[in-house]
C-alpha cells in the first residue's frame, strides 16, 4: 500500500530505507545464509577442516536421544509455562473487569513485572524455591509433603523454571485480556442479562467466544516466550541441568555451539528452531486475515 | 455490573486480592530480604518483618557486582536500541509509504520476512557476523584477486584479512538488535492512516519531503514514539543471550548479566540479602518506566504485538 499523494526523488527514499536494509541484511539474511550452510557442514572445533555433509547433521540430530529429549522437555515446559501464565492472566482480568474502584492501582499493581527481565525472575523465584533457604520450598515441604529438591530433582528444577518463567508473563497476558474485554461492547452483556443470563453463564457464552481471537494471539506468543525468551531464566536458575532436565532447545543451541563448540549440529538447531518460528509466523497470519470474520 | 451480586463481587475482590497477592510476592519478598542481615536472611523461615540493613545490602551490592559500570552499560545499550530501533524503522516506513521507486516492494518483502525473527534463533552465525563484520567482503576482495593488486602497489608481497569486530563494544551490543521489522510495521500502518490532506497541503504550501517529515509526521507520530519508547527499553534493558555471548570483557558487560555473579553457590556464604538488593537495583529503570509511562506501555504492547 503507498499514499495516493506521494513525494518525488529519485535518491531520497533509497537513503531513507538504507539504514534498515544494510542492518537487515548483515544481521538476518547473511547469518540465515551462513546458518544453512554451516547446518551442512562438518568442522573441528578449531575451524580448521570444514567437509560438506548435506543433511547428515539434520539426521544426527534426530536420531540423538538427548535432542528428542530436548524437544520433549521443551514441550512440557512451554506448554506449563503457557498454561499457568495464561490461565492465571485470564481470571485475574476477568477479576479486574468486574471491578469499579481503584482500577488505575489495580492494573499499575499488576503489570509492573513485564518489566522485570526474565533472568531476574529466574533470580527471585531461585530464592523462593531454594531447597534450604527458599520460604515456597519450605511451603511445599511442610504442606505438602514433597522432598522439593530442585538442584538434584529434575521434575523438581522442571517445575522451579516454569514458576519463574509463569510469573512474568501473568502481567502481558492479563494487560491483552482486560484489553479485549474492555472492547467487548456493553450492550451484548446487558442484552444477555435481561434475558436472565448469570454472570458465570455471560462469561462463557459471550465473553470468552469474543476473546477467542485474543487468546489465540496471547497463546501464540506465549510459546514464542517460552521457547526463546526464556533463555535467561534457566542461564541464571539451572544451566540445563540436573542432568539435561531443564535443557529446552535454545539452551541447547547455545550450549552446542558456545560451550561444546559443535558448530555444525549447533547451526542445525538454529535451523530448526528458524523453520519453527516461520511455521508459527505463517499459521498466525493465516488466522489473523480470518479473524476479521468474527468480529461485530 | 448489570445486576445487583453482592456475593459475587466479594468474592471477586478476594480473588483479585489474591492475584495480586500472588504477582507482587516475590517482589515484596526480595525487598524483605533486602533488608535484613546475613544471619536472619538464612535463617528458615526468614522473618517477614524488614530490617534495617537496607543501605548496607545496596552498599555490598553495588561494590561487589560493579553495578555502576555495568548500570551505565545497560543504559547505553537500552537507550542505543531504543533509539536506533525507533530511527532507522521510522525513516524506512517513511519511505515505504509516501514514495514510489523501482525496488519499493523488494524493500518491503525483505524487510518484513524478518518480522518475527528473534536474535535467539540465529546466535551462531550472527555472532560470527558480529565479530567480524567484513567476512561477507573477505570472499569478493579475494575473488577480485585485490591482494595481487595491493602487492603491486606496496611493491612487496601484501596479503590483506578484512577485519572489523564488534565484539566487546556497544555498537555490538546495540546493532544486531536494532533490526526491527515490528516497529517498520507499526509506523507504516499509523502512517497509512493520516489523511491525504495533509501530505497535499503540504506540498501545495511548497514543502519538500524532509520538511513535511519534520514539520508534519514527527509531531504526529509522538504517541507512537513514546508507546514505542517504553517497549523497546524495557526489551533493550533485559536482553540477555545476546550480551551475555558478545561480551567477554567484564567491563562491557550489562548489569542483568553481571548479576549471575551474585548468586551464592553452593560453598558460598548464603548472601541472599546482597543478591536480592542487587536484584531490587537491576530491576529498577524498566519498572519505573513502566509505572511512570503506564498509558503508553499498554497503547505501546497492544498494538505493537497486534
Known amino acids: ?296 | 455490573m448489570v445486576e445487583k451480586t453482592p456475593i459475587l463481587d466479594t468474592l471477586t475482590y478476594v480473588f483479585l486480592m489474591l492475584g495480586i497477592g500472588i504477582v507482587c510476592f516475590p517482589i515484596l519478598y526480595a525487598i524483605i530480604a533486602a533488608t535484613l542481615p546475613l544471619d536472619q536472611v538464612s535463617r528458615v523461615p526468614m522473618p517477614m518483618i524488614p530490617g534495617n540493613q537496607f543501605w548496607v545490602n545496596i552498599q555490598a551490592a553495588w561494590a561487589r557486582g560493579n553495578l555502576g559500570t555495568q548500570l551505565f552499560n545497560s543504559f547505553i545499550m537500552a537507550g542505543g536500541i531504543t533509539a536506533g530501533k525507533i530511527v532507522v524503522s521510522m525513516l524506512g516506513a517513511y519511505s515505504i509509504v509516501y514514495f514510489d521507486y523501482r525496488f519499493r516492494t523488494v524493500a518491503f518483502v525483505t524487510v518484513f520476512c524478518t518480522l518475527m525473527l528473534p536474535v535467539e534463533v540465529r546466535i551462531l552465525p550472527t555472532y560470527e557476523m558480529a565479530s567480524n563484520l567484513l567476512g561477507p567482503v573477505q570472499p569478493l576482495w579475494n575473488f577480485l584477486h585485490l591482494n595481487a593488486l595491493a602487492s603491486w602497489i606496496a611493491g612487496h608481497h601484501v596479503k590483506v584479512t578484512l577485519e572489523l569486530s564488534l565484539l566487546d563494544s556497544y555498537a555490538g551490543l546495540i546493532l544486531p538488535l536494532v533490526a526491527s521489522a515490528t516497529c517498520t510495521f507499526l509506523f507504516r500502518q499509523f502512517f497509512l492512516t493520516i489523511p491525504e490532506e495533509l501530505c497535499e497541503a503540504a506540498k501545495m504550501d511548497g514543502a519538500s519531503a524532509m520538511t513535511f517529515f519534520r514539520k508534519i509526521l514527527l509531531p504526529l507520530s509522538k504517541t507512537n514514539i513514546a508507546a514505542l519508547v517504553v517497549i523497546e527499553f524495557v526489551y533493550g534493558w533485559n536482553q540477555y543471550l545476546w550480551p551475555l555471548l558478545i561480551t567477554t570483557n567484564p567491563k562491557m558487560t550489562t548489569a542483568v548479566i553481571g548479576l549471575q555473579n551474585l548468586i551464592p553457590q553452593a560453598d558460598d556464604l548464603p548472601e541472599w540479602n546482597v543478591a536480592m538488593a542487587a536484584a531490587l537495583i537491576v530491576m529498577l529503570p524498566p519498572v519505573l518506566v513502566v509505572l511512570f509511562m503506564q498509558r503508553w506501555f499498554v497503547k505501546g504492547l497492544v498494538e505493537r504485538d497486534k
Open chain 1, 1 to 296: 500500500m503507498i499514499k495516493r499523494s506521494i513525494f518525488k526523488s529519485k535518491l531520497l527514499p533509497y537513503l531513507l530505507i538504507g539504514p534498515q536494509i544494510l542492518v537487515t541484511a548483515a544481521f538476518f539474511y547473511w547469518p540465515a545464509a551462513q546458518g544453512v550452510v554451516q547446518s551442512m557442514m562438518r568442522s573441528d572445533p578449531f575451524g580448521l577442516h570444514n567437509r560438506f555433509i548435506w543433511f547428515d547433521n539434520f539426521s544426527a540430530l534426530f536420531s540423538d536421544p538427548l535432542y528428542l529429549k530436548s524437544i520433549a522437555i521443551t514441550l512440557t515446559f512451554s506448554g506449563a509455562t503457557a498454561l499457568t501464565s495464561i490461565s492465571l492472566g485470564l481470571f485475574i482480568a476477568a477479576m479486574a473487569n468486574r471491578v469499579f474502584k481503584a482500577k488505575t492501582a489495580i492494573r499499575t499493581l499488576l503489570i509492573w513485572p513485564y518489566a522485570v527481565a526474565p533472568a531476574i525472575s529466574g533470580i527471585l523465584w531461585l530464592f523462593l524455591l531454594h531447597p534450604s533457604y527458599g520460604i515456597i520450598a519450605l511451603a511445599i515441604k511442610r504442606w505438602l509433603g514433597v522432598n522439593w529438591n530442585p538442584v538434584l530433582n529434575g521434575n523438581d528444577a522442571l517445575a522451579m523454571v516454569v514458576m519463574a518463567s509463569a510469573w512474568k508473563e501473568i502481567s502481558y497476558n492479563f494487560v491483552f485480556f482486560l484489553a479485549g474485554m474492555q472492547s467487548i461492547p456493553h450492550s451484548l452483556i446487558e442484552a444477555a442479562a435481561m434475558d436472565g443470563a448469570s454472570p458465570f453463564r455471560r462469561f462463557w457464552a459471550i465473553t470468552m467466544p469474543l476473546l477467542s481471537p485474543t487468546l489465540f494471539f496471547v497463546t501464540v506468543m506465549n510459546i514464542i516466550y517460552s521457547f526463546f525468551d526464556t533463555f535467561g531464566v534457566i542461564h541464571t536458575v539451572t544451566q540445563g541441568g540436573p542432568g539435561g532436565a531443564t535443557n529446552i532447545l535454545v539452551y541447547k543451541v547455545y550450549q552446542d555451539g558456545f560451550i561444546g563448540l559443535n558448530l555444525g549440529s549447533s547451526a542445525a538447531q538454529s535451523i530448526v528452531l528458524m523453520t519453527l518460528i516461520i511455521i508459527i509466523t505463517v499459521l498466525q497470519f493465516k488466522y489473523v486475515e480470518k479473524k476479521v470474520h468474527y468480529t461485530i
